[in-house]
């Protein structure tokens, strides 16, 4: 079944602790992409890769990091967590831009 | 940068009802999508229109984009339970790979 999966899908975390959200899909997509939702803001994409070792800044990077290091994964990284931070996580991906994109289930990440 | 703007905010509709969700650019638009999401779930992809003046229908959900391609509307004839959800509109960026949303449309549907 072609999907795209994201782990772990509920994460309570504290200030500094450093956390990785994997995200993994099984299309052979060359476009991966993260966002966070929060209310009242909408979907915002953070990070987005065109294919492996590629990838570029969204609207909203800052304290995130991300790896393409192959092409079905796209880790998001927080190397130090902070409260503002505390959203729900979609990766996303599609067989390129102006394409239809599939979404993963989503992350509800809380920093305290 | 470009923005989008979704109207209404949160829809409140009685089931077999008639509505239209609207979605404007502050730019004009290389790729407009629509998406549906269940609370607190994935998006689900419903269409995309990418030609001034095109249309396009899935079941009972139409959506339009206009000819100068800087806004697009949602039409849902006879609103049914699982219409229900948040419909976000997309579009693909000026000149970049970036994604952009609007802040998506509540619907709610009254039985």
């Known amino acids: 079944e072609a999907q795209v999966t994201q782990n772990p899908r509920y994460l309570i975390t504290v200030t500094g602790k450093k956390l990785t959200v994997t995200c993994s899909q099984n299309?052979?997509?060359?476009?991966m992409s993260w966002y966070r939702q929060d209310p009242g803001l909408g979907l915002r994409q953070i990070y987005y890769?065109?294919?492996?070792?590629?990838?570029d800044k969204g609207d909203v990077p800052e304290g995130y990091k991300v790896s393409r290091k192959e092409k079905r994964n796209f880790p998001l990284i927080l190397e130090s967590p902070s409260p503002n931070q505390t959203s729900l996580y979609f990766c996303?991906?599609?067989?390129?831009?102006?394409?239809?994109?599939?979404f993963g289930p989503g992350t509800r990440l809380t920093v305290t | 940068s470009q923005e989008l703007e979704q109207s209404p905010q949160s829809l409140i509709v009685q089931e077999g009802k008639n509505l239209t969700i609207n979605c404007t650019s502050s730019?004009?638009?290389?790729?407009l999508y629509w998406y549906k999401q269940k609370y607190g779930e994935g998006l689900i992809f419903l269409m995309m229109?990418?030609?001034?003046?095109e249309e396009k229908s899935h079941e009972k959900i139409t959506a339009k984009l206009d000819e100068k391609k800087q806004q697009s509307s949602l039409h849902i004839t006879a609103s049914q339970p699982s219409h229900a959800g948040i419909y976000l509109c997309?579009?693909?960026?000026?000149?970049?790979?970036?994604?952009?949303f609007g802040k998506g449309t509540r619907l709610h549907i009254l039985p």
């Open positions: 996303a991906s599609s067989p390129g831009t102006a394409l239809e994109q599939y």
């Open positions: 299309m052979n997509h060359e476009y």
């Open positions: 890769s065109m294919n492996v070792e590629v990838t």
């Open positions: 730019k004009t638009l290389y790729g």
């Open positions: 229109l990418q030609k001034g003046g």
């Open positions: 997309g579009a693909d960026g000026n000149r970049d790979d970036k994604i952009i």
